[in-house]
C-alpha cells in the first residue's frame, strides 16, 4: 500500500521560511509526477508546485519566485522549500503523487500537514 507522510508544516511569522518534506512508502516504481498542492479554510486546493521525474516543474504564480520544488527520485520523496511566507500561504498542503504505472493511472495524497503564517 502506497503512503505519502508530509512533515515540516509550523507556525512562522510573515517573511520567514519552512521546509516541507514528503516521505513515501509502499511503492515499487518511480512516480511520474510528484507535487504539493494546499487548501485554505474555505477555498478549493490548488496547485502549489510539481515536479516530473525528468525535471520539468511547474508553480502557481503565487509560489514562483518563493518556493522551489525538489524531489528525490530514487527515494520518491519531494521537498517543498518556502521562502517570504506570506499570511495567505496558511493552509493545509499535501502531498501528491501521480502518474500512470503501465496504462494504469494511479493518484495518491498524503494526510496533510498545516502551515500557519501569522503577520
Known amino acids: 500500500q502506497v503512503q505519502l507522510m508530509e512533515s515540516g508544516g509550523d507556525l512562522v511569522q510573515a517573511g520567514g521560511s519552512l521546509r516541507l518534506s514528503c516521505v513515501t512508502s509502499g511503492s515499487r516504481f518511480r512516480f511520474d509526477d510528484m507535487g504539493w498542492y494546499r487548501q485554505a479554510p474555505g477555498k478549493q486546493r490548488e496547485l502549489v508546485a510539481r515536479?516530473?521525474?525528468?525535471?520539468?516543474?511547474q508553480y502557481a504564480v503565487s509560489a514562483k519566485d518563493r518556493f522551489t520544488i525538489s524531489r528525490d527520485n530514487k527515494r520518491n520523496t519531494v521537498y517543498l522549500q518556502m521562502n517570504n511566507l506570506k499570511v495567505e500561504d496558511t493552509a493545509v498542503y499535501y502531498c501528491?503523487?501521480?502518474?500512470?504505472?503501465?496504462?494504469?493511472?494511479?493518484?495518491?495524497w498524503g494526510q496533510g500537514t498545516q502551515v500557519t503564517v501569522s503577520a
Open positions: 515536479l516530473a521525474s525528468g525535471g520539468i516543474s
Open positions: 501528491n503523487a501521480a502518474g500512470l504505472y503501465g496504462k494504469i493511472p494511479y493518484n495518491y
